[in-house]
């Protein structure tokens, strides 16, 4: 059983800094795109930032130069550093993973249950 295990949410003050944390395990064969979206009452889900297995970023204009993602395919970990942080980043954020389970199936999306991001002074 494949699962994301998000970590690192919490409230923070306009202008500091956290760090998202994002594991998958289970029974894991690749890895693909990894990435991380966030949603706010009444708004889509919209992506932050992704990043493939060869370490080529995107990322939403709004976060650009603030947010930085990044990865370790050894230990299967995406992580979202956010710095300079704005009341409009306050979100869920949510682990985001393209993942198969063995050679010869087919990769599926995998989302993370969410953690909360508040910035607020």
């Known amino acids: 059983q494949v699962q994301l295990v998000e970590s690192g949410g919490g409230l923070v003050q306009p202008g500091g800094s956290l760090r998202l944390s994002c594991t998958a395990s289970?029974?894991?064969?690749?890895?693909?795109?990894m990435g991380w979206y966030r949603q706010t009452p009444g708004k889509q889900r919209e992506l932050v930032a992704d990043?493939?297995?060869?370490?080529?970023?995107n990322y939403a204009d709004s976060v650009k130069g603030r947010f930085t993602i990044s990865r370790d395919n050894a230990k299967n970990t995406v992580y979202l550093e956010m710095n300079k942080l704005k009341p409009e980043d306050t979100a869920v954020y949510y682990c985001?993973?393209?993942?198969?389970?063995?050679?010869?199936?087919?990769?599926?999306?995998?989302w993370g249950q969410g953690t909360q991001v508040t910035v607020s002074s």
């Open positions: 289970g029974s894991i064969f690749n890895i693909y795109v």
């Open positions: 990043i493939t297995p060869g370490y080529t970023t």
């Open positions: 985001y993973s393209q993942m198969n389970s063995g050679l010869g199936f087919a990769p599926r999306d995998y």
